[in-house]
């Protein structure tokens, strides 16, 4: 309470219209406590003068026709929507709470019961929807033919397990990932896993899951592991599954960390992280993981596996030669796209006689790369996703299935020429659709000016002034002072200098790409 709720409060004790303290905005009308109030003297009620929505925190109101929440459920609106000054207001010593309800309902205004039966509605909304989701999950698994009956839902009752208190959305809230049916199997799998159903895999690693999700892009990986994450969220069991990915976008787009960071490594550091037993944070981090999903596996190499294996390894305090300490993995992603950068593929075969060294003693990183391989070739469980899910224009969609074959023809070719700038088809790139595609640039200099020219377009466009971001060159540790060997320095070719300019424009709001980790201990 400060000087001015005290002079309202005095003038609204006498005859004189308290609205009229101040010129301007009349002041928000101000209620005090009562005199036997402990915070009288120091505290007050305002009246908002708009309309606003208060947030509650804590458990959901419950459902009124669930006779274990009668007590709960008239607690619930008696403290909310009946007026008190003290317990014995909403319920006698000598009275139950629903007892109590019945009593003092007069209290509450036609427009609090018009919000309580809304609540009752929402309750119903949920159950519906909640029942739709198990019919659905049920009948797209009995119309595959392909999917083993053992992937039936488990037959408990879920509602039991995930009711009304739980703060979470019931499980109905995955009706939001519309799932095909190759994804539908994988999500079945790996939940009935966690439910328990580890029967399918105890011949193969004690029942331990290590699974392969491969397909290209557009078949709805990313929208698999999400529906999976959900699945866990609302079971309240997400502190048991572990997301990573190679690199920050991917490791973005799946709400994960880059593997790099977990292991406390840069990207190509020669130094690797040294572990010890008994290390506590490390143990806390893993202490209560049991699944692991790893996300563009074809950019993970046998080295960073075995790293991985090897920290898991020492986190669960399990014998080395369990797969990843017995927690259960999760790869996604497709071998034909981008390979792991200094780093040997999850799928070479060292029996080749390419990769034979006969005669030969290994060094210590291809021992770790064929321990690594061992671990790949334990994968007890695949699913492939080969619906497209994102491209819709269908003669594209066809031209990327023969490209990934590598059978493109010369309709392909004719195709792809009427995206090429400088066609009839393509019109001016400042103009829609066109200043928002996607430029691919053959030449790392063509690329460094097309940024530029869209940086200081944009900028313009925006009203901003470009900020520039001038390189700091070096020899031996030491800055450069001769201005002259500066300049020549800045006007490198990008193919001289790790591929960044010299000088980088920036917009506020423009997209970046970091290409290197040097913040892991940020969680980067």
């Known amino acids: 309470m400060n000087a001015t709720d005290a002079k309202y409060l005095s003038k609204s004790s006498t005859t004189e219209d308290p609205q009229r303290i101040r010129k301007g905005r009349p002041p928000n009308q101000r209620f005090p406590f009562q005199e036997q ?70 209290h509450v205004s036609p427009d609090s019961w018009n919000i309580i039966e809304n609540i009752q509605l929402l309750h119903e909304c949920k159950k519906d929807r909640d029942e739709h989701l198990l019919r659905a999950l049920t009948e797209a698994q009995a119309e595959n033919d392909t999917i083993d009956p053992e992937l039936a839902i488990p037959s408990r009752n879920m509602r039991d397990e995930y009711d009304d208190t739980s703060d979470n959305e019931d499980l109905l809230e995955l009706l939001e990932y519309t799932l095909n049916k190759e994804q539908q199997a994988a999500f079945l799998i790996i939940t009935n896993h966690l439910d328990g159903d580890k029967e399918r895999h105890k011949g193969t690693n004690n029942g331990q899951l290590i699974m392969c999700i491969p397909g290209c892009g557009g078949t709805g990986k990313s929208q698999l592991i999400r529906a999976v994450t959900k699945y866990f969220l609302i079971t309240k069991r997400i502190q048991m599954m572990r997301k990573l990915a190679p690199t920050r976008i991917a490791a973005a787009e799946i709400g994960g960390l880059t593997i790099h960071s977990f292991l406390g490594e840069p990207r190509n550091s020669g130094k690797p992280r040294t572990i010890k037993l008994g290390d506590s944070k490390l143990e806390k981090q893993w202490g209560l993981v049991e699944y692991l999903l790893i996300d563009e596996m074809s950019m993970v190499g046998l080295t960073l596996l075995a790293k991985l294996n090897r920290i898991l390894s020492t986190a669960k305090h399990v014998d080395p030669q369990i797969p990843f300490g017995g927690i259960n993995v999760i790869f996604f992603g497709d071998y034909l796209q981008y390979r792991p950068v200094y780093d040997t593929p999850l799928y070479t075969d060292f029996s080749q006689p390419s990769k034979n060294k006969s005669g030969q003693l290994l060094s210590e990183k291809e021992i770790q790369q064929r321990a690594a391989r061992s671990l790949i070739l334990q994968i007890n469980c695949v699913i492939k996703l080969s619906k497209q899910m994102r491209t819709e224009d269908e003669r594209y969609r066809e031209l990327l299935e023969r490209l990934r074959q590598g059978d493109c023809n010369l309709q392909d070719y004719e195709l792809l020429l009427t995206r090429v700038v400088g066609q009839p088809s393509v019109s001016f790139l400042r103009e829609s659709p066109w200043n928002e595609a996607p430029i691919l640039a053959y030449r790392n200099e063509v690329r460094t000016q097309l940024n530029n020219k869209a940086s200081v377009h944009n900028a313009a466009q925006l009203g ?16 450069i002072e ?40 940020l969680g980067l």
């Open 464 to 479: 901003l002034q470009p900020m520039v971001c001038v390189a700091q060159d070096t020899c031996k540790g030491k800055p």
């Open 37 to 106: 109030h402990p915070q009288a003297t120091t505290y007050l009620l305002t009246e908002y003068s708009e309309a606003h929505i208060p947030i509650l925190y804590g458990p959901q109101i419950p459902r009124h026709d669930r006779e274990d929440n009668k007590e709960r459920y008239s607690r619930a609106l008696l403290t909310l929507f009946v007026p008190l000054r003290s317990v014995s207001d909403l319920c006698n010593v000598n009275e139950n709470w629903e007892d109590a309800l019945k009593s003092r309902q007069h």
């Open 482 to 521: 001769d201005s002259i060997l500066m300049k020549k320095l800045l006007e490198l070719s990008d193919s001289k200098t790790e591929h960044l300019p010299g000088l980088l424009p920036f917009v506020p709001g423009m997209p970046v790409i970091l290409t290197q980790n040097l913040a892991i201990e």
